[in-house]
């Protein structure tokens, strides 16, 4: 079976941009998170979906905003790009949230230049 | 004071060591969890617990809820081991991960 996908791998965007990533969680997990990690930091809790709908979010402006699709798969936006927008932003799913295993993607590194 | 503390935050090691690494948290939690981060970025689950202790191989996984504390070991260390260990706990409010800043260990030859 596939793991946790993430597309795509690498991106670069000017400030003021906006930027959409994917993810596709493992197949029958119905619950999807997004997370940032800056570098040298542990990762940031951004988002979390479950059956669709958004069960929680982290600290982070209204420039972010996320999805989950009816295949459970999940985007995450971020519009107008700050500088310190530059980070791995990675997904991981479960079953149905932190109280499961957690499975995680490999990551989009964002560069905002 | 971050909600979840590792210590240390570097760690250096001579191949065939035993090491651990510690996480204290200060909220209430559903599960913990070890994770392993490689250069790149790659996230692997280690352990998730609630209780006790479980051993897969050379790691073995502690928590302490009343203390709210838990330990990572891994026993005869190698320099494949070398990684990231990140220690996050599922809040017991919502649901998401909250991680700790992670473990940088190098295991030396």
């Known amino acids: 079976d596939a793991g946790v996908t993430q597309s795509p791998t690498h991106l670069i965007k000017t400030r003021g941009q906006h930027v959409t990533l994917r993810c596709s969680p493992i197949s029958g997990h119905k619950s999807v998170s997004w997370y940032q990690q800056v570098l040298g930091q542990g990762p940031q809790f951004i988002f979390q979906y479950y059956e669709k709908e958004e069960r929680g979010r982290g600290n982070f402006p209204d420039r972010f905003s996320a999805r989950q699709f009816p295949n459970y798969s999940s985007e995450l936006n971020v519009n107008a790009l700050l500088l310190g927008d530059s980070a791995l932003y990675l997904c991981?799913?479960?079953?149905?949230?932190?109280?499961?295993?957690?499975?995680f993607g490999p990551g989009t590194r964002l560069t905002v230049l | 004071k971050n909600e979840v503390e590792q210590s240390p935050q570097n760690l250096t090691a001579q191949e065939g060591e035993f090491i651990t690494i510690n996480c204290s948290y200060s909220?209430?939690?559903?599960?913990l969890h070890w994770l392993q981060q490689h250069p790149g970025g790659g996230i692997v689950s280690l352990f998730m617990?609630?209780?006790g202790k479980k051993k897969h191989g050379r790691l073995i996984a502690t928590i302490n809820i009343q203390e709210k504390h838990s330990s990572l070991h891994i026993t005869a260390s190698h320099p494949r081991d070398s990684a990231v260990y990140i220690c996050a706990v599922g809040h017991n409010q919502g649901g998401k991960l909250i991680f700790g800043q992670g473990t940088e260990l190098s295991v030396k030859p």
């Open positions: 909220v209430g939690i559903s599960a």
């Open positions: 991981a799913s479960s079953w149905t949230g932190a109280n499961n295993e957690q499975f």
């Open positions: 617990l609630s209780s």
